[in-house]
């Protein structure tokens, strides 16, 4: 009896270390995360910025979503942005961060065509983007573990790279990374 009591106390023990390692890290240094949007890369005639949500969740960046709305007179079928964060950077001096899809890998690409497959951000029309889930996730293990300490995640910044009207037409911000903040 001692021994199946012995087991059953190890099993609960272990059940609550795996859920403890589930909890979201409490932001116990009060640190509270900006974001603005890069004006250099900006295409502020074709796309805005509604509202970014849940930057400060204690489930970031899972739960992250950007509203944008098309104010183009053009469909958007392909679009990438980078959230990156600035006061961290990698042994090249890049800022980490997420990239964020919209579209098929291809119409990354602005010469890239659409097809009756793709289906567009339509003109005037408003839609959330999520960052890639395995992508959040390595991110989010990331600042539980500590590797990106959540002072480094404090202020983002929003960097258009590419937008793709699906005609071989679009916006290539390729320089977004190397022009300095204004």
Known sequence: MLSGLSALSTTFSLVIFQLLCL???QDQNGFERT????DAAYPDKVVEVLEIRNINS???PLDLEIEIKNISDKPIYGLTLDLLFRQSK??????HGLTIFYGRRELFQIRNMATSADVPIRPKETIVLKAQTKMAEAFYTAI???SMPL???TLMTLVFQTINFGDGTG???KDALVKPEK
């Open 90 to 95: 990698d042994d090249h001096r890049t800022p």
């Open 35 to 38: 974001a603005k949007i890069f």
């Open 171 to 173: 916006a290539l911000f």
């Open 144 to 146: 539980q573990k500590g």
């Open 58 to 60: 204690k489930h970031f």
């Open 151 to 153: 002072e480094k995640t």
């Open 23 to 25: 909890l979201p890290l």
